[in-house]
T-cell receptor
Framework: KAGVTQTPRYLIKTRGQQVTLSCSPI?????VSWYQQTPGQGLQFLFE???????NKGNFPGRFSGRQFSNSRSEMNVSTLELGDSALYLC???????????FGPGTRLLVL | KNQVEQSPQSLIILEGKNCTLQ??????????LRWYKQDTGRGPVSLTI?????NTKSNGRYTATLDADTKQSSLHITASQLSDSASYIC?????????????FGKGTRLSVIA
């Protein structure tokens, strides 16, 4: 069974640009969560999608948004990038919320 | 405030030795506690998950304990191997939570040396 995949793996952007990251969950998993990981803050929860609906949201500004498609694949968008957005963005899937999450390898974003 | 504190921040041990990582939390109401292992450059991988009624769970050389009364958990690694070098993250799930269902610790960075 294929694991969680994320694309792209690495990305370099400049301030003010926007970026879209993609996540394909494990087949059959309907819950997809997004996290931001930085050396200073550790893992921080962005949002969770379940059956195409945002079910939970962390404390991030509105520049961070996401969506989930009918096949459970999810995208995360960050607009008007700031230097502080440089981080590893991790996606995790589970059968349903609250169960064991399986993480993807992450997308490393560098904002210059 | 819901928080998860892990200690030590980093740890270096010799191959073959045992070690114990600590996790203290203030998350309430408590649903479950998970330990993840994250290798450098990779996503976290689940090691154990424990609910309120469980006080110990093993996964090979990894044994997690949970004391729900004192809100403490530990991860014990037996006979460490070089491949155990990673960050170990403690995550606590809040029951019937609103916007932040999982609270993450900042992790313990373990280095196993020969």
């Amino acid at each position: 069974k294929a694991g969680v995949t994320q694309t792209p793996r690495y990305l370099i952007k400049t301030r003010g640009q926007q970026v879209t990251l993609s996540c394909s969950p494990i087949s059959g998993h309907r819950s997809v969560s997004w996290y931001q990981q930085t050396p200073g803050q550790g893992l921080q929860f962005l949002f969770e999608y379940f059956s195409e609906t945002q079910r939970n949201k962390g404390n991030f500004p509105g520049r961070f948004s996401g969506r989930q498609f009918s096949n459970s694949r999810s995208e995360m968008n960050v607009s008007t990038l700031e230097l502080g957005d440089s981080a590893l963005y991790l996606c995790a899937s589970s059968l349903a919320g609250g169960q064991t999450q399986y993480f993807g390898p992450g997308t490393r974003l560098l904002v210059l | 405030k819901n928080q998860v504190e892990q200690s030590p921040q980093s740890l270096i041990i010799l191959e073959g030795k045992n070690c114990t990582l600590q996790c203290n939390y203030t998350v309430s109401p408590f649903s479950n506690l998970r330990w993840y292992k994250q290798d450098t450059g990779r996503g976290p991988v689940s090691l154990t998950i424990m609910t309120f009624s469980e006080n110990t769970k093993s996964n090979g050389r990894y044994t997690a304990t949970l004391d729900a009364d004192t809100k403490q958990s530990s991860l014990h690694i037996t006979a460490s191997q070089l491949s155990d070098s990673a960050s170990y993250i403690c995550v606590v799930s809040q029951e019937n939570s609103g916007n932040t269902p999982l609270v993450f610790g900042k992790g313990t960075r373990l280095s196993v040396i020969a």
